[in-house]
């Protein structure tokens, strides 16, 4: 079982960045698969970004990948995505995932949610 927190959205403006971090309590953090999703209002959740178990291989999608970077600190039990050049449309609620699965874009992949942070980015 694992537990996850997410921390750190806030309304910036275009352009701005922002650190979420998820921090994971319970047992073998390092074992697992961990992935960013985000839900903007009205629409499904969307997969943004995943890492396998030691942080070696890493997974964006294409509106992200020069923008946002993921990283992981297994001693720390914590996930995080730095977000930089942020645009409107990545407004949405953040949430980070947990799963033993190999990488993956799919939420079934995905045993273990967050609340989620709510990100917004205007002007």
């Known amino acids: 079982q694992v537990q996850l927190v997410e921390s750190g959205g806030g309304r910036v403006l275009p352009g701005g960045s922002l650190r979420l971090s998820c921090a994971a309590s319970?047992?073998?953090?390092?074992?697992?698969?961990m992935a960013w999703f985000r839900q903007a209002p009205g629409k499904e959740r969307e997969f943004v970004a995943a890492?396998?178990?030691?942080?070696?291989?890493?997974y964006y999608i294409d509106p992200v990948k020069d923008r946002f970077a993921i990283s992981r600190d297994n001693a720390k039990n914590t996930f995080y995505l730095q977000m930089n050049s942020l645009k409107p449309e990545d407004t949405a609620v953040y949430y980070c995932?947990?799963?033993?699965?190999?990488?993956?874009?799919?939420?079934?992949?995905?045993?273990?949610w967050g609340q989620g942070t709510q990100v917004t980015v205007d002007s």
């Open positions: 890492s396998s178990w030691s942080g070696g291989s890493l």
């Open positions: 995932a947990a799963g033993l699965s190999v990488l993956s874009r799919r939420p079934q992949s995905y045993d273990f």
């Open positions: 319970g047992r073998a953090f390092s074992s697992y698969t």
